[in-house]
C-alpha cells in the first residue's frame, strides 16, 4: 500500500523558512515522481514543485521560484521542500503526492497535507 505522509508544516512569520518532508514508503521510490501541492481556503488546489524519478529534473510553479527547493533523499525515502522567504500568499494545507509514471503528471497517491501558515 502507497503512503505518504507529510510533516513539517507549522506557523512562521513572512519572511521565514520551513522545511516540508514527504515520507514515502509501500512503492519502490526510485521509480516515482513526487509532487508537492498547496490548497488556500477557497481556492483551488495547485501544484507547486516537483521531482522526477525518471531523470532528477524539479519543477517549480512561478510563485514559489527562487524561493523554495525540492530534493529527494532516495535513502530515507523522503522528499523535501525547503521553503525560504515566505510570504502570507503561501498560506495553505501542502500536500505530497507520486506519481508512478515518474514524469510529473498523473499522480495517484496522495498525503493527508500539512498546515503552513505564514503571518504578516
Known amino acids: 500500500e502507497v503512503q505518504l505522509v507529510e510533516s513539517g508544516g507549522g506557523l512562521v512569520q513572512a519572511g521565514g523558512s520551513l522545511r516540508l518532508s514527504c515520507a514515502a514508503s509501500?512503492?519502490?521510490?526510485?521509480?516515482?515522481?513526487i509532487g508537492w501541492f498547496r490548497q488556500a481556503p477557497g481556492k483551488e488546489r495547485e501544484g507547486v514543485s516537483c521531482?522526477?524519478?525518471?531523470?532528477?529534473?524539479?519543477y517549480y510553479a512561478d510563485s514559489v521560484k527562487g524561493r523554495f527547493t525540492i530534493s529527494s533523499d532516495n535513502a530515507k525515502n523522503t522528499v523535501y521542500l525547503q521553503m525560504n522567504s515566505l510570504k502570507p500568499e503561501d498560506t495553505a494545507v501542502y500536500y505530497c503526492?507520486?506519481?508512478?509514471?515518474?514524469?510529473?503528471?498523473?499522480?495517484?497517491?496522495w498525503g493527508q497535507g500539512t498546515q503552513v501558515t505564514v503571518s504578516s
Open positions: 509501500g512503492f519502490t521510490f526510485d521509480d516515482y515522481a
Open positions: 503526492a507520486a506519481d508512478s509514471g515518474g514524469y510529473c503528471v498523473d499522480f495517484g497517491s
Open positions: 521531482i522526477s524519478s525518471s531523470d532528477g529534473s524539479t
